[in-house]
């Protein structure tokens, strides 16, 4: 399974940040949660948000009301769109595979088994 | 949410300890610790899952643990390649969803 994230390098205050997740190698719709984590510089890593197989989505509390994730079957790839960037938003984004370890699959027993190389987003004028 | 020393050290050979602490909602609820590698410039990398489990290709030089509302990663013989950042993961039922710890820089000296 390889994961690789595309989407505009430079983005400008205000508008929205769109970055696409492609995956080979396993079809999106067989299974496991699809996310987004980013990591500003210098600092630690955030998870964004993530879609199930099934399209039910979860996000960050304090990214919420500016993110959407989707997934788009026809091309095996899901995206990233998040709206009003400021700098705050530069960062490394990274796209991943959120694996079940057990349990009866509930949310609290995936990981991220298999990660993208990552994104640079900066946000600036 | 979790939190993790900002960095910890060892000489080549030593045992060093990673700690994640948590709280009733995450990791006291109980829900499962993950740990990752980080390095500069790459892709973070499992390195534990499931409290205690290491994926293939982890050697057993990895050790993980859980009580109540902490986690700790343990790693055995230092080595170079051990250098990093490792961030603990967890989800947190208050937040309905998955949160990460604020990384802990491991340096070997």
């Known amino acids: 399974v390889q994961l690789q994230e595309s989407g505009p390098e430079l983005v400008k205050p205000s508008e929205t940040l769109s970055l696409t997740c492609a995956v080979s190698?396993?079809?999106?719709?067989?299974?496991?949660?699809w996310g987004w984590i980013r990591q500003p510089p210098g600092k630690g890593l955030e998870w964004i948000g993530s879609i199930h197989h099934n399209g039910n989505t979860y996000y960050s509390s304090s990214l919420r009301s500016r993110v959407t994730i989707s997934v788009d079957t026809s091309r095996n790839q899901f995206s990233l769109r998040l709206s009003s960037v400021t700098a705050a938003d530069t960062a490394v984004y990274y796209c991943?595979?959120?694996?079940?370890?057990?349990?009866?699959?509930?949310?609290?027993?995936?990981?991220?088994?298999?990660w993208g190389k990552g994104t640079t987003v900066t946000v600036s004028s | 949410v979790l939190t993790q020393p900002p960095s910890v050290s060892g000489a080549p050979g030593q045992r060093v300890t990673i700690t994640c602490t948590g709280s009733s909602s995450n990791i006291g609820a109980p829900y499962d610790v993950y740990w990752y590698h980080v390095l500069p410039g790459t892709a973070p990398k499992v390195v534990m899952y499931a409290n205690t489990n290491r994926p293939s290709g982890v050697p057993d030089r990895f050790s993980g643990s859980k009580s109540d509302t902490s986690a700790s990663l343990a790693i055995t013989g230092l080595q170079a390649e051990d250098e990093g950042d490792y961030y603990c993961q967890s989800y947190d039922s208050s937040l309905s969803g998955w949160v990460f710890g604020g990384g802990t820089k491991l340096t070997v000296l």
């Open positions: 991943a595979r959120q694996e079940c370890s057990g349990g009866g699959c509930y949310p609290q027993y995936y990981y991220m088994d298999v």
């Open positions: 190698g396993y079809s999106i719709t067989s299974g496991f949660y």
